[in-house]
């Protein structure tokens, strides 16, 4: 739901957010969840019209902005029993995305 | 050797030989779940099996005999298994539980590390990180050069896929194969399948969330090449199963319904087998229990 708004160049209301989520989740789950996530201090709330529209607090431009973490510094062997994006890859295999890559490009 | 002992062992074997397919035939949803299942058990039926000829092996030795004086019928061996295998079995048996204990301390540590992140949260780091942090609320954690690398797009394939993970809450699966694998290195290629289906599945749900399946597997090859091109050390690019091509094809592939009646067979198949070897194994061991110790 975060990624919806955070993709999303204006605030959504909580319909346009569950419209775009596309799942099965019912509209008043969809300003459940958006409640919380305000309070967690997540997302913000504008009162556009009659209805709260709700925006991410994390913008674009304040995820260029990095921030000094030392967590992840040490060797990639670090955090590998989480899941991550992409995990191992051997130098064929690197080819062959590459080669994907390359065909799937516009 | 008795039939006893090798008969649900090798219903075991047929189960997780039988789930190494799985993910071929049943979707990644349902395909997490029946594989996560089918190593737990395979798993238990295997440290039983190990308990039990430890123990068996065990009664030979008088000085172990003596030091269970409630077990009456323990002392004096004849329970199927010779002094040597008991002390074989125990073997192994020291050894799967000393690594379950450090992958425990590794998940343990990792989490601990990363405990404070919730949310959306960016590193400064130049290595092509994204990674779904469990808990309550949970987080995600993104490299910033990876974040500058990637367009819009991408970026919200990359969060959409690391909050599937969260939201469905995969570490679980992925956590109690690893540990089952951990102990005994023959699940491990099972373990390495239940990971590989969370991505896979997580994979669908950022397809079905931006709308583009081509857009998903054109993020993970762009990740995957970009991680390479970062990698310091070529010895980080060490073992892979191709699970990323996996994923890639996967995605690319036309989307289409699996071939139910095969996937549900083949689950009712290994789910049966796994279920009762371990059922099995643990009855055995409980009925060895009873009868040696009066319990």
């Known amino acids: ?106 | 050797m008795n039939t006893t002992l090798v008969t649900p062992l090798a219903a075991t074997v047929i189960a997780a030989v039988g789930g190494l397919v799985v993910h071929r035939v049943v979707p990644p949803r349902h395909a997490t779940r029946v594989l996560a299942g089918i190593t737990v058990l395979a798993g238990t039926a295997v440290l039983a099996a190990l308990v039990l000829v430890t123990l068996a092996g065990a009664s030979q030795v008088a000085v172990v005999a003596d030091l269970l004086p409630w077990c009456p019928s323990f002392a004096g061996g004849g329970h199927g298994s010779s002094a040597m295998a008991g002390v074989a079995a125990a073997l192994v048996l020291v050894l799967a539980v000393a690594r379950a204990v450090v992958y425990g301390a590794r998940v343990y540590r990792d989490r601990r590390a990363l405990r404070h992140v919730t949310g959306l949260r960016v590193e400064a780091t130049s290595e092509a990180v994204a990674l779904a942090v469990p808990g309550r609320p949970g987080g995600i954690v993104l490299g910033s050069a990876l974040v500058a690398a990637l367009r819009p797009g991408e970026r919200a394939v990359v969060i959409a896929h690391e909050q599937a993970h969260l939201v469905h809450r995969h570490h679980r699966y992925v956590y109690a194969a690893e540990l089952l694998a951990a102990s005994i290195p023959a699940l491990r290629p099972l373990a390495r399948r239940v990971r590989l289906c969370t991505e896979r599945w997580a994979d669908e749900l950022a397809a079905h969330q931006v709308g583009s399946r081509r857009l998903v597997a054109r993020t993970i090859a762009k990740v995957a090449v970009i991680g390479a091109e970062r990698r310091v050390t070529a010895a980080a690019l060490a073992a892979s199963g191709g699970e990323t091509i996996t994923r890639v094809e996967a995605l690319l592939r036309p989307h289409r319904s699996r071939a139910g009646a095969t996937g549900s067979g083949l689950v009712a198949l290994t789910g049966t087998a796994a279920i009762c070897g371990a059922v099995a194994q643990a009855h055995h061991l409980a009925v060895f229990l009873r009868h040696a110790c009066h319990l």
């Open chain 1, 1 to 106: 739901m975060l990624g919806i708004l955070w993709r999303a160049d204006r605030p959504l209301s909580p319909a346009q957010v569950t419209e775009r989520l596309g799942s099965d989740l019912a509209y008043t789950t969809v300003t459940t969840i958006l409640t919380r996530l305000r309070r967690k201090g997540l997302v913000t709330r504008d009162r556009i019209g009659r209805a709260f529209h709700y925006r991410a607090t994390m913008s674009e431009a304040d995820l260029a902005a990095t921030r000094m973490h030392t967590v992840l510094e040490a060797s990639s062997d670090r955090v590998a029993t989480m899941n991550r994006f992409v995990g191992e890859l051997s130098p064929r295999e690197v080819r062959a995305l590459r080669a994907i890559l390359d065909g799937l490009d516009p």
